[in-house]
């Protein structure tokens, strides 16, 4: 069963790869393309000197890192989608509990994608930082496997009748230390990678060369596939082996894997190109903010020409977040030629005027929270209804958390179907040659959520009610719906919000913006964990059981599917007031469709905003 499975998910991944998600590899391409990269930041080779394209970078080095994010895959997909049958299964922690461990570790390994991606723009670079957080990473999952082979880590053995009675003995908090030690350690080391992996692999081809410009389009393609492959292999074969063989042989095959991907990433590093950190954007926006506080009883100047470097700013100035505007005020104007250049006594007109563009993005990643907190019970609560279901195929029970096989098989299909059946079918409805735009795309992701929390709920209660009433298990192939309408729901949202941040964001924060997109998957798991609490003590630890069938998880799912009905409707509200960048398209040849012109490529003038739709 076990490798008929990966024969599907192998054959949807060679279905799919010709065109899988080339809207991502549009998008990504842009946020890595355009003049500033291409000749401001030139590359250069391991000793420091201009590169040799003939003996650096292209496919080999890229090939290199690809190995070190399937190796990250592999590694935080096996730990995430089954850690919670350990929890509650050996470690006799509550089934809410075990949930909010799980979320935490996801949340905070996509929050610490910011601080990764900050330390490789400020100082240290995408490869050292890759390296060092590889590392960190391979050193967390090797104290992860200590933790779980370890006897004394684990409390007594528990039989069905103590667990049913709930007697079991809870692990305290000295066997959890090593635990939460080999967690978190491995969340640091993977929020460096997951930050900076793609922008490394992307620096290895030269935007400037159209042949090496057409390459790193097929290396993001590449990269999701490969982003898939160590999914699926974690989901089926690493969980079959935790639940069959024994955890430390899984999660030891996961610390040798991320010791191979160390290995093969070091070694090589005089095939790499390398690019020069050049500041974190983040600092341009601390330091707008604070002079715009600092000057906050300045009057505004009768004309925003009179603001400092306006003539030479490349984007038009704008009238909202007007306060901003302070931050440009020079102080003494006898003195302009000795403040103008002087980045903590007045900042640019361009300056303030991308802090703006990404306040704009607020309202937007607010709304899209909560998807992720819905996708996050992919990885708890569904996992653990598995394990109260009939899991047998004829002799094989299959693990709990392999039926997640069943979302990535989704996404990798929907993804596939978004440019082959629902963009087409857009384009000739809307006439719109983008299809569906950024926010239509995560509107219907959030509407998909909805749906899937309203499928786990009935699905939930006609699995609590048979097992009380008949003493029957129902087939975990109910569990599908769920997973299938999640599934579908990230194909679209995900390549949906990475689309707005990156296109919508200043051409020079770009990866900040990423950050962001990372940021509200690391805001929906922690909003699950916070969830997750406030219902257990509302309810009176009623609602979330370690005992499903003793408990009400088809209400925490009702809950979630009303929360997600309100945050929709809050989502229209903003995403029909925000203003998208100008879209100018250029037309093919060989071909009547229309294709976007990437935003980069437009001349001052034409980078104005005006009101569009979602």
């Known amino acids: 069963m076990v490798n008929a499975c990966l024969n599907i998910s192998t054959i949807f991944m060679a279905i799919s790869h010709s065109r899988i998600i080339s809207q991502l590899e549009q998008v990504l391409a842009t946020s890595h393309s355009g003049k500033d990269g291409a000749h401001d930041d030139p590359a250069v080779d391991f000793r420091g000197n201009p590169v040799d394209k003939s003996r650096t970078g292209g496919w080999l080095a890229a090939g290199l890192i690809l190995v070190t994010e399937l190796s990250e895959r592999i590694c935080i997909m096996g730990i995430s989608m089954n850690l919670v049958t350990y929890l509650v299964g050996e470690l006799h922690i509550s089934s809410a509990k075990s949930a909010t461990i799980v979320t935490n570790f996801m949340g905070t390994l996509n929050l610490l994608g910011l601080l990764g991606g900050f330390l490789a723009d400020a100082k240290l670079g995408r490869y050292l930082t890759v390296a060092i957080f590889a590392f960190i990473t391979a050193l967390g999952i090797g104290l ?16 069905d009748y103590r667990k049913q009675q709930h007697q079991c003995i809870e692990a305290s908090g000295s066997q959890l230390a090593l635990l939460y030690a080999a967690l978190y350690t491995t969340a640091l080391g993977g929020g460096g990678i997951k930050s900076n992996v793609s922008g490394f692999g992307s620096d290895q081809f030269d935007q400037t060369d159209p042949k090496e410009e057409k390459a790193m389009l097929f290396f993001f393609n590449r990269f999701y596939f490969f982003i898939s492959i160590g999914s699926l292999f974690s989901v089926i074969v690493l969980v079959y082996i935790q639940d069959n063989v024994g955890r430390g042989w899984g999660y030891g095959i996961s610390a040798g894997t991320m010791v191979i991907g160390v290995a093969v990433l070091l070694c090589g590093t005089p095939w790499y190109r390398f690019k020069k950190p050049r500041g974190s954007p983040l600092t341009t926006i601390w330091r707008v903010s604070l002079l715009a506080w600092k000057k906050r009883s300045h009057p505004y100047p009768c004309h925003p020409s009179l603001l400092n470097d306006y003539d030479s700013a490349t984007v038009p100035h704008t009238e909202k977040f007007k306060c901003l505007d302070k931050a440009a005020i020079m102080d003494d104007p006898t003195s302009i030629s000795a403040q103008k250049n002087d980045p903590f006594i007045v900042s640019t007109v361009m300056e303030v005027e991308e802090v703006k563009m990404v306040l704009k993005l607020i309202p937007i990643w607010s709304t899209c929270i909560l998807f992720w907190t819905v996708y996050s019970q992919m990885t708890t609560f569904t996992v653990e209804q598995a394990t109260f279901m009939n899991r047998k195929v004829g002799s094989l029970v299959i693990p709990s958390g392999s039926y997640s096989t069943f979302l990535f098989i989704t996404i990798l299909l929907f993804t596939s179907l978004n440019e082959r059946l629902f963009v087409p079918l857009a384009r000739k409805l809307t006439g719109n040659a983008q299809g569906l735009t950024s926010l ?17 709920a009935v699905i939930e209660k006609e699995r609590r009610e048979t097992a009380i009433r008949q003493n029957k298990m129902i087939s975990a192939f109910w569990l599908v719906p769920q997973y299938f309408l999640v599934g579908a729901g990230e194909a679209f949202v995900y390549v949906g919000q990475l689309e707005f941040f990156i296109r919508e964001a200043p051409e020079r924060m770009k990866s900040m913006s990423t950050g962001l997109f990372l940021s509200t998957i690391s805001m929906g798991f922690f909003v699950s964990s916070l969830l997750v609490s406030l219902v257990d003590k509302a309810t009176k630890k009623t609602w979330l059981r370690s005992n499903l069938n003793k408990g009400r998880l088809n209400n925490f799912y009702w809950m979630l599917a009303l929360l997600g009905l309100l945050n929709l409707f809050v989502f229209l509200v903003f995403a029909r007031g925000h203003q998208y960048k100008v879209q100018h398209y250029i037309k093919p040849k060989n071909s009547d469709e229309k294709e976007l012109k990437p935003a980069n490529d437009l001349t001052v003038l034409q980078v104005v905003k005006e009101e569009g739709t979602i």
């Open 144 to 159: 992860l496997t200590t933790a779980t082979t370890i006897p004394s880590m684990r409390p007594p053995q528990c039989d």
């Open 440 to 456: 239509q795309r995560i509107g219907t992701g959030l509407f998909l959520s909805i749906l899937a929390m309203m499928a786990a």
